[in-house]
């Protein structure tokens, strides 16, 4: 895993294995998004299994994939109530997918009405992340 920090209460990830959920718990994340889709690759867990492994360890597990460069309405209002309710609960938020990109691309979205697209590309430019060509749709959203 290469985790990399987004917000105070978020980081995003490559790929998780039902040995890195430890390694999570034991860095004090308390919920974990998994972005991915089944079966994108042959060496990737199934999200059914990594979620039976995140419960054994006292975890909140989501299932939110998304293919990627599809970002539905509904799917980035969803991320952004699980981001909700886990800072509500005062939990560090871990999403993951194959690179990051879709976890930190739906947390941009999920903000861009109230944070300015300048900020969001500059947040995620910081955790190594390029999302200067979702300026536009950022920037529309922030206006509405």
């Excluded at 871990?94 to 697209?117: D, E, K, M």
């Amino acid at each position: 895993m290469d985790i990399k920090s987004v917000t105070d209460s978020l980081s995003v990830t490559d790929q998780v294995t039902s040995d890195d959920l430890l390694t999570l718990k034991n860095a004090g994340y308390g919920t974990i998004i998994c972005n991915r889709p089944n079966g994108e690759a042959l060496e990737q867990p199934a999200a059914e299994s990594l979620a039976e492994r995140a419960k054994e360890l006292g975890l909140h597990w989501h299932w939110l994939p998304i293919k990627p460069g599809e970002f539905s309405e509904q799917e980035i209002a969803q991320f952004g109530e699980l981001l909700n309710q886990a800072e509500r609960n005062k939990e560090p938020v871990l999403a993951f997918c194959r690179t990051g990109t879709r976890s930190i691309t739906l947390w941009a979205l999920s903000q861009a009405a109230s944070v300015p697209s300048a900020q969001l590309v500059q947040q995620a430019s910081a955790a190594g992340y390029d999302l200067s060509g979702l300026a536009p749709r950022l920037e529309s959203a922030y206006r509405s």
